[in-house]
């Protein structure tokens, strides 16, 4: 059974970093698809970044150039590193992970069929 394990978040000033990982069990390494995603109370969740097993990313415009996505294989952790935070990162964040997905579709919440249970991220001004 996957079982995803998001750490990392809390409350940070406007400026600063933070950097979310996500453990993963039950899952195999061999050919993947897995993606941060976010959402605020009564919003749609938004897929923020995402990485395939081939090492390819893709981010949401509103991080690109600010978060990075990566993946130690060795610990079956997923990272997302955030830096130049903004009050609107301001959001739960939530780990998904899939075995299988098109590069049109890493960021689509409907490509996940596993997540963990979220953790939140605040940024004050």
């Known amino acids: 059974q996957v079982q995803l394990v998001e750490s990392g978040g809390g409350s940070v000033r406007a400026g600063g970093s933070l950097r979310l990982s996500c453990a993963a069990s039950g899952y195999t390494y061999t050919k993947y698809c897995m993606a941060w995603f976010r959402q605020l109370p009564g919003q749609e969740r938004e897929g923020v970044a995402g990485?395939?097993?081939?090492?390819?990313?893709k981010y949401s415009e509103s991080v690109k150039g600010r978060f990075t996505i990566s993946k130690d294989v060795a610990n079956d952790t997923l990272l997302l590193q955030m830096n130049s935070l903004k009050p609107e990162d301001t959001a739960m964040y939530y780990c998904?992970?899939?075995?299988?997905?098109?590069?049109?579709?890493?960021?689509?919440?409907?490509?996940?069929?596993?997540w963990g249970q979220g953790i939140q991220v605040t940024v004050s001004s």
């Open positions: 990485i395939m097993s081939d090492t390819y990313t």
């Open positions: 998904a992970a899939s075995y299988g997905c098109s590069t049109s579709d890493l960021l689509r919440r409907n490509a996940y069929p596993y």
